[in-house]
């Protein structure tokens, strides 16, 4: 009995000297009890897929096709332009909603900030990083470019500013061009903007 | 007749059940300490090909999740971001940094960066990203805060025990969808309580327990 216990004991240390304790860092991949099962012959996005030349499981569009569901067609609200014209639309093309602005402010924050900052005037986080050229929204150049040639930018991207066409959605583009003419319009506006009995307060 | 079974043989039942009892319970305490994700997956951090600090990109410089994962809320899977997105800045941040040659080769010339993915369900698994994040489900109840990660760890176990948790009890763990992608946010219980059981209530959230919400 005496060695059956001291085996045991022994036994019970090697055991959880070699395992060792739940939460342990690790480097080596997880154990998968029934890999058949956890791991199929199926591809899964973003992995590496032999069975293609170039390795990716996440295909590439074929050039000249466009997938399911995507906006393809030449109108203004897909492309930003007067149709047969490389002139951008003047106005977005699409009524611009309450939800629409508070959309464009989320994605605003999301995708422009960084850069831009959340005030449009270039002074993002990346500035201090040695990002030196970022537009300020504000400069009256921008101000007065046609709401199509801003879209454009965002998909195409324009000087150093990357292309976010396939970053952001069509919808949302123009979701942050109305929230950035919100933004111009802040900076630019007049005490005659504001309501005629809050004049007041700033008449000081 | 004596000698057939000597004395000590009197104490040997005894004896073979309190064996039996030991190495029962110790592979019972075994397996259910051992057998499960909470111990197979969790701490899994492996090395990557690019040191890429989530400290750094989302808590020290405050860009949301969605700005690189901006599949997320269209999508049942969490993108990688393409190489494109990152040179959106290291076009000019540490543009020369030799930590980012892969990037920059992946941006030039479309050369894979192969990621070695941390956070995996099996493959009869279906778990869906978009569904989970706008309604008010944060990245912290999965990911563990992967904002603060110099390098992804593999913080909660995704068994299905973690999965039926928040499944029974929603109101538990949502919030408000304005505060998804603040992993810093502290929520009480209390207030979570009453938060939780709010939005349970207006969005009509019936988290599904049928076996084929997650299996197919």
Known sequence: MRYFLLGFVLLCVLVVS??????????????????DMDRQLKLRPQT?????????????????????????????????????????VDVIPVPVTRQMMQRGQERFQISCLPCHGALGDGNGITKKYGMAVVANLHDARIVKLPDGEIFNVITYGRGLMGAYGSNVTVEDRWAIIAY????????????????????????? | MSDIFPKWTNRLPLKIAIGAVLIGGALTAGTTYYFTPKYTRVGYQPIQPISFSHEIHAAQL????????????????????????CMNCHNQVAKDSPKLELVRESALNGKLISWVQVHKTPDYVYFNHSVHVNRGVSCVKCHGQVNHAEEVR???????????ECHRDPAKHLRDPKDVYNLDLKISDVEQEKMGTKFVHDWKVNASQNCSACHR
């Open chain 1, 18 to 35: 070699v395992a060792g304790f739940r939460g342990s860092t690790s480097r080596k991949p997880p154990i998968e009890v029934f890999p």
């Open chain 1, 48 to 88: 590496d897929a032999s069975f293609f030349e170039d390795g990716r499981s996440s295909r590439l569009h074929v050039p000249g096709t466009v997938a399911r569901g995507s906006h393809f067609e030449g109108t203004p609200f897909n492309t930003g332009l007067i149709p047969g014209t490389t002139n951008g």
């Open chain 1, 180 to 204: 950035v003419r919100a933004l111009q319009r802040s900076r630019l506006a007049s005490v005659n903007d504001v309501p005629a009995e809050m004049q007041s307060m700033f008449k000081k």
């Open chain 2, 62 to 85: 405050g860009i949301d999740c969605r700005y690189c994962h901006n599949g997320v809320e269209k999508s049942w899977y969490s993108n990688i971001p393409a190489a494109s997105t």
């Open chain 2, 154 to 164: 593999h913080e909660k176990p995704l068994s299905m025990t973690f999965c039926l």
